[in-house]
Structures are given as C-alpha cells and as structure tokens.
C-alpha cells in the first residue's frame, strides 16, 4: 500500500503539484502527507527547548484571578 | 455563476483524481497521526463565535490527566508515537494547572504536542513552563483589531494578552506556531491592513478559517461571509501566498474548486476518522472535535481506544451517506465526499458546503 501511495504522490508531483503532497514540508518515507489540524503538526524533537524533567514537580505560576476573566 | 471555483483545469482535474485514489489508499490503512485531546470544557472568555459554547464554567469536570494518559499507553504500542501529534483543545487548555504535567508524560513517551488558545493566559512564566514540557507546537487566536477581537471575545484586555502572546511565541526558536483568524462579515474589512500588522510584528505564520455554523456561531448571521466576500478572502490568499511575506494558509474546512492548490499546502479531504481522532470531555471517542453532533465511536471509560480506532469508524471511513441532497449529483463529489464531517448535524444533514457559496450566488 505504502508503494502505491508513494506511486500516487510521485504521479501528483509529475503533474506539478509536489507541494500538495509533502509531510511536515518535507518528504516522507511512508508515502504520506501531515496536514494541519488544529495545531501545525510538529516533528518530534529530543531535549527540545532544554526539557526540565522537574518542570511537573515546581508550582505552577498560575494566577486564578488572571485566569477568571 | 461562473468564476475560478467553478473552473477546474485539466491538469488539475487529473492531479486531484488521483488524490482520490490517494485518499482511498489512506482510508485503507487509516495511519493516525493526529490524536485530538478535549481537556476541559472551562474558557476564560466567551466568545460569541466559539464553537464548542464554551463558558468559565462548565458541566462537565474536565478530564483527569491519568485517564488520558491511560489511554495514550494504550495507543503506544500501535503507532510510532513520534508520528502522532497530540492537540490539546478545549475550552481553552490553559485553564488545566496541570497541563505541564500532561504535556512533559507525553513528551515523555515520545509524543509531540501542541495546544491551541485564545492566549488570555499566557504570560512569560507560563509560556517558559510550557516549554520546558515539551510543547512542539501552538496555535493562538487573533480575530482582527483590537476593537473586533475584543467585541468578539467579550473582554477589553482580550486583544492586548493574545498579541503578546504571539509576540513571545513568534521569537521562540524551534516552536513550531501559527495566528489563527476566523473571518467574518466585522473583520472581512481590514484583512489587508491585519496581513501588514502581522508582518511588521514579525508573524511569520497565519491561517485563516471562515466561519460555520455550529456552537454560539450558529445563532449569528453577521459571522458568515457571502459569495462575494468568500471569493474575495480566497483570492486574498492566493495573492498573499504568491507574495511571499507571510505563510498563509486557508484551514481545512471544505472543497474550493478552481482553488485547490492555490489557498493552502494539501489538496481538500477530511481527515477526521481516518488519519484524525479526539477524545472528548466525556471520554466519547470522536473524529476530531470541530464535530459537535455526536458521531462518537466509542468511550475511552468502555472501550479499547486502540480496537475503536482500528475495527470502528465505519462512517467516516466511507462517505457513501453523504450522498443526499445537494450532494446526490453533485459533480465534485469524488473528491469532496459530502464535506467536512464538522458540517454535518445530528441528522447527517449538511450544515454549510463551502463550494456551494464560491460557485452560486445566494
């Protein structure tokens, strides 16, 4: 199944229209296309943003009133 | 009445069938990719617009993170969770204390995660907590100036708060982000003078939706754009697109015609029960949580997310009911399929078809 979708994406590219058919704006092995729902779909990244493994454990700053509006 | 939407070009026509196939191929395998969490029902605002008719408070306790996360280790041996985003929606996400906590066990397990908010309560040290969790990824709301915005979100600080929110979230390297506007007939106006605002604030990434009629939004006729102005907004967006100073991208709502390939980066289909599924406030599993009438499939308290995902779903991995009413000799059916399950009410009844508006003048 995977080689008939990429056969598809490669045919859709041949047409001019490759950009429709991209993951993440990058190629994908599996012959599938990300699209946005919601959120724009991300890559997973290890250590992104310097992880804190303690983050759960500190108090949240959260202010209710803030929140209350 | 004749204009791009209604003029599909050859090359197009024979990409787009293709894409159909493509679709088919996907329906097959239904890869999920997206796993939408509905984490709580509770906003700090009340937009006249929102589509879930959200409040501060709500009838339903908003999900505990164990019941979750139960599920998401239910899911881990099926699916390579770095190919699953997570999207944290609501209500607005922010209004959980424990969000951190959820987001930093889902990185954890090797999910990346994002969340979508109208930014009221996202100052620095929030944001900062956020980050050191994980989150991948952040949508917020901007519904035009701040006049508009704040008139639609009901709160005269509304506007102030989401922009310096963006703000943070714009210079913060490898986040992936997005300002989300929704159109309607009070900013529809001021799109040109927004593109340039957001440009000088340094935005790199906008998407725009148009409204449809679900939740509070339904009961305001002023939301919706008409022919005239859907044609115009796409054509914005085709030019806006060709310029190359902002990423704008139309959302996934419906079938545009002439304009596919033209207002957004994939061909129109709904993934919603095939490569998209939510899992509500109540624990009801869903195709993602734009679609209010109650389409579930399953309940993560009674069932196996994982047997629900794979052997249910029937309806939304084969469109054939939507073939009624304006869809029965519809010619762009096969690559529409009916819409947008969102679209659909209670009644399988279709709510708003997006290529009807563009191409007959109501």
Known sequence: MKTKKRFLRFLIGVLGFSSMMVS?????????????????????????????????????????????? | MKNKATKIGLRKKI???????????????????????????????????????????SLFKDMPAEDFLRVIDSLTPHVDPHKVMIVVSGGEPLMR????????????????????????????????????AGLHSITVSLDGFAEQHNAFRGNPQSFDRAWNAIQMISKEEDLVYDVVTCVNQHNFGDLERMKRFLIDGGVKYWRIFTIFPSGRAAEDPTMFLNHEQTVELLE???????????????????????????????????????????????????????????YDQGNIYKDDFWEVWDKRFEMYRNREWTRKDACKDCKVFKYCLGGGMHLRDENQNMKECLYLTLTEKK
């Open chain 2, 97 to 132: 204390k424990d969000l951190e906590y959820v987001g930093l066990e889902l990185y954890k397990r090797g999910y990346p995660w994002g969340m979508v908010t109208n930014g009221m309560a996202l100052d620095r040290a929030r944001f900062d907590s956020l980050l050191r």
């Open chain 1, 24 to 69: 993440c704006n990058k190629e994908d092995g599996d012959g599938d296309i990300r699209v946005m729902y919601g959120v724009a779909p991300a890559e997973y990244k290890e250590n992104i943003h310097q992880i804190d493994p303690a983050a759960t454990e500190q108090p949240l700053i959260v202010n209710d009133e803030e929140q209350s509006h």
């Open chain 2, 15 to 57: 990409a787009l069938d293709l894409f159909a196939k493509y679709y088919q191929q996907k329906v097959k395998e239904h890869p999920l990719d997206t796993l939408f969490w509905e984490c709580t029902l509770r906003c700090n605002l009340a937009c006249k617009h929102c589509g879930s008719d959200c409040r501060k408070e």
């Open chain 2, 236 to 294: 914005f967006i085709k030019k806006t697109r060709e310029e190359k100073e902002i990423y704008l991208t139309f959302a996934c709502e419906g079938f545009l015609g002439g304009y596919e390939a033209e207002v957004r980066d994939h061909f129109y289909y709904c993934g919603a029960g095939v490569n998209v599924a939510g899992i509500r406030i109540d624990g009801a599993i869903s195709g993602c949580t734009s679609i209010r009438a109650r």
